[in-house]
T-cell receptor
Framework: DAGVTQSPTHLIKTRGQQVTLRCSPKSGHDTVSWYQQALGQGPQFIFQYYEEEERQRGNFPDRFSGHQFPNYSSELNVNALLLGDSALYLC???????????FGPGTRLTVL | AQTVTQSQPEMSVQEAETVTLSCTYDTSESDYYLFWYKQPPSRQMILVIRQEAYKQQNATENRFSVNFQKAAKSFSLKISDSQLGDAAMYFC????????????FGTGTRLTIIP
């Protein structure tokens, strides 16, 4: 049973560029949440997708957007990258209305 | 807004000894869930233990147990018989009840195991 997978593992971008991160949920899960973890901090909730729609959103600007596909996989897009966007981006999957979330290994984004 | 506070940035313990990590939270909700996650250097966030707020009995998972004090809004993690593999960042996390799956995390406690 495959767990949550994320790609790529690492990514280096320059300011102003755009980036897309990808996540495949654990088998059987239908809900995907994205978190940003800055160095030395706890993860911060970005948004959550269910039935291909954004259901909840944290305190992040519109530069952060996402998508969920019919197979429940998800993408996180960040436009106009800032130095402050450098972080570990974690994807978590769950069953809708179930509180337990399973995390992927994350994508380390560095913005130069 | 819900907040989670971990007041111990770093802790250390001798191998085979017991250590307790502290966590407090603030909420006006009566139905919620609490978690401890472990994040080793590999970065993978691993669920260690969970507690439903409506349950009075403290959760236990092998060497890991919690002390849940609902009135005090306190949720500490006790690790017994500490092992080298327990070395990691530990995060306390909160989620509201049924239908709301946004996890709110504390800032973490770095646990070092001394051989």
């Amino acid at each position: 049973d495959a767990g949550v997978t994320q790609s790529p593992t690492h990514l280096i971008k320059t300011r102003g560029q755009q980036v897309t991160l990808r996540c495949s949920p654990k088998s059987g899960h239908d809900t995907v949440s994205w978190y940003q973890q800055a160095l030395g901090q706890g993860p911060q909730f970005i948004f959550q997708y269910y039935e291909e729609e954004e259901r909840q959103r944290g305190n992040f600007p519109d530069r952060f957007s996402g998508h969920q596909f019919p197979n429940y996989s998800s993408e996180l897009n960040v436009n106009a990258l800032l130095l402050g966007d450098s972080a570990l981006y974690l994807c978590a999957s769950s069953l809708r209305n179930r509180y337990e979330q399973f995390f992927g290994p994350g994508t380390r984004l560095t913005v130069l | 807004a819900q907040t989670v506070t971990q007041s111990q940035p770093e802790m250390s313990v001798q191998e085979a000894e017991t250590v307790t990590l502290s966590c407090t939270y603030d909420t006006s909700e009566s139905d919620y869930y609490l978690f401890w996650y472990k994040q080793p250097p590999s970065r993978q966030m691993i669920l260690v233990i969970r507690q439903e707020a409506y349950k009075q009995q403290n959760a236990t998972e092998n060497r890991f147990s919690v002390n849940f004090q609902k009135a005090a809004k306190s949720f500490s993690l006790k690790i017994s018989d500490s092992q080298l593999g327990d070395a990691a960042m530990y995060f306390c996390a909160y989620v509201e009840g049924f239908g709301n799956e946004k996890l709110t995390f504390g800032t973490g406690t770095r646990l070092t195991i001394i051989p």
